[in-house]
């Protein structure tokens, strides 16, 4: 479609709507229908130059664009939060090349575009994930090779990944992968869930909602769909376990999110706060305390809800 | 040929939305299996396809999709539309096509006749289009597998004696196979190759 405009001081670049040109949707489009039917495999998409770097996210932004429409709303978090440098660059990017109705509330978004958590409020059957992938292949520490990992996969061959888990017993008495921990996808292929925390990959399992990944430097998407088996790799004696932590989250008092270590002095000092910032938020405005909110608050760091 | 099978009536009025619509309904019918999608009345199709099949290959089909279509279709207007609008090259050759559009009652081409890809890239599968009489009231079969919480029941008529013992020989090739979308009206209802059909025999 051609578009057509005059030529002014004022006028920005016609892009068309959500950035992408429209047979590269097309060719996205094309890959995501077959990444959802077959579960975990990798197919291969022409990713393309977007207007910033590989490595910042440049599949995720792909797969939305290809997505997007007008009834969306938009949901962009980095590490869990909604207001980091990432997060906040790939909303404005939407808000501008395809007007998007962005939220940073988990309930109200219908697509998700994540780095590398998944939200703590559960999700819901209608919404959408588009996880950043910056190494599709969990195969490729293990066997540098594409041609040797595509045979692999093709002949599920995944002994290699699992005398990796069973090395690390071995030398550590337990696995030691805490993120991008493999997973077993519909009991065929072996997937790498993005660099989530392992703490996140039972929230993979049976999800109602879609899941769709993109990896725009390896050119590859792949997705689970709803109501998918996504296994954590692991023995039947050395059982999967998630972490946990010693304290609750020192704003919203959460105990069971996913927390971020943050050192607060050089004296030792350090606190432990919910990675999932409109989680904490929506905690704490329902009058959950954790035991430094009061010492935030008064810093002005964060917003005391229940204060007079 | 009269003078009227040479018209080549209109695509979509509105294609970056529109088929951004149609894409999100057929993302929902492959990722949920056996349900329903509404592709829309955005357009009117050429003779011979329904409104579902038209919009879906408008919103997927490009120069780089070979497309096989029953041969009075593709000598037909709807070979003229779909070469006008997509730019897709129309073959001889079921094994050698991107999308295929059959007619669900008709005997040939089976669904082996496709090409159910390879095992290093399962995902260069033809996508099959079968157009039906009706999503209700045929043989009742029972779905599971990824997209289907537990199981779901359809009963789609109009299809071949045999069709869903082609459809589970598809599913025991996983991950090989071709992916189908039945078409009926405007609505499609998606059967990846990862839905396995629970004994109806």
């Known amino acids: ?58 599949g995720g932004i792909q797969v939305t664009a290809a997505i997007i429409g007008p009834d969306d709303t938009l949901k962009v978090i980095d590490q869990g939060a909604d207001d980091t440098t990432n997060a906040v660059s790939i909303r404005r990017f939407f808000e501008r090349t ?85 997973v077993m996808v519909n009991g065929r292929y072996v997937m790498a869930p993005s660099p989530i925390p392992k703490f996140d990959n039972p929230k993979m399992q049976m999800s109602p909602a879609l899941q769709l990944f993109g990896a725009g430097r390896e050119k590859r998407i792949y997705a689970v ?11 039947d004696d050395h059982p999967f376990r998630i972490q946990s ?21 050089d004296q030792g000092g350090r606190m432990f706060v919910c990675s999932d910032s409109h989680h904490c938020e929506t905690r704490r405005a329902d009058g959950h305390r954790g035991a430094m909110l009061a010492d935030a608050s008064a810093l002005h760091l964060v917003e005391d809800e229940a204060k007079p | 040929m009269a003078p009227n ?58 120069y780089e999709t070979p ?15 779909l070469r006008f609008h997509c730019g897709t090259a129309l073959v001889d050759d079921p094994a050698r096509a991107a999308f295929v559009m059959i007619d669900g009652a008709a005997p040939e081409p089976r669904l082996a006749a496709f090409n ?3 095992d290093q890239f399962p995902d260069r ?20 597998g990824p997209g289907i919480a537990g199981q779901r029941s359809i009963a789609p008529i109009g299809l071949r004696p045999g069709f869903w013992a082609e459809v589970e020989d598809n599913a025991a090739v996983y991950p090989l196979g071709v992916d189908l979308l039945l078409v009926h009206g405007a609505q499609v209802l998606g059967l990846p190759r990862s839905t396995q059909i629970v004994g109806t025999r």
């Open chain 1, 98 to 182: 395809a007007d998007a109705r962005t939220t940073e509330a988990t309930h109200e978004a219908t697509i998700i575009q994540t780095r590398h958590r998944i939200p703590e409020a559960p999700l819901k059957a209608g919404q959408i994930m588009v996880y950043q992938v910056p190494q599709p292949e969990p195969l490729r520490k293990l066997e540098p090779h594409e041609t040797e990992t595509r045979k692999m996969h093709a002949w599920a061959e995944y002994g290699l990944m699992q005398v990796k888990l069973y090395e690390n017993i071995a030398r550590f008495g337990e696995v030691t992968t805490t993120y991008d921990y493999p």
């Open chain 1, 245 to 265: 932590w010693e304290q609750p989250c020192a704003l919203c008092g959460a105990a069971d999110s996913y927390l971020d270590e943050v050192v607060i002095d």
């Open chain 2, 5 to 62: 099978d040479t018209l080549i009536a209109a695509g979509f009025a509105d294609p970056v939305f529109q088929s951004q619509g149609a894409f999100r309904a057929l993302l929902a019918a492959l990722s949920e299996p056996g349900l329903a999608c509404d592709l829309g009345d955005a357009i009117v199709p050429p003779a011979g396809l329904e409104a579902a099949t038209a919009v879906a290959l408008l919103t997927l089909a490009d």
């Open chain 2, 67 to 81: 497309i096989w279509l029953p041969a009075a279709l593709r000598d037909g207007p709807a070979g003229a539309w």
């Open chain 1, 225 to 235: 769909p709803p109501h998918t088996s996504v296994r954590s790799l692991d023995f």
């Open chain 2, 125 to 144: 599968s033809t996508t099959v289009l079968i157009q039906c009489a009706g999503f209700e009231g045929g043989e009742a079969v029972t779905l599971e």
């Open chain 1, 1 to 58: 479609m051609t578009v057509h405009q005059n030529i002014t001081d004022e006028t920005r670049p016609a892009y068309n709507y959500a950035y992408l040109d429209e047979q590269t949707k097309r060719m996205i489009r094309r890959a995501l229908l077959k990444a959802v039917a077959i579960p975990g495999y990798q197919v291969p998409f022409g990713s393309r130059e977007m207007p910033l770097a590989r490595g910042w996210g440049t």
């Open chain 2, 116 to 118: 159910a890809g390879d």
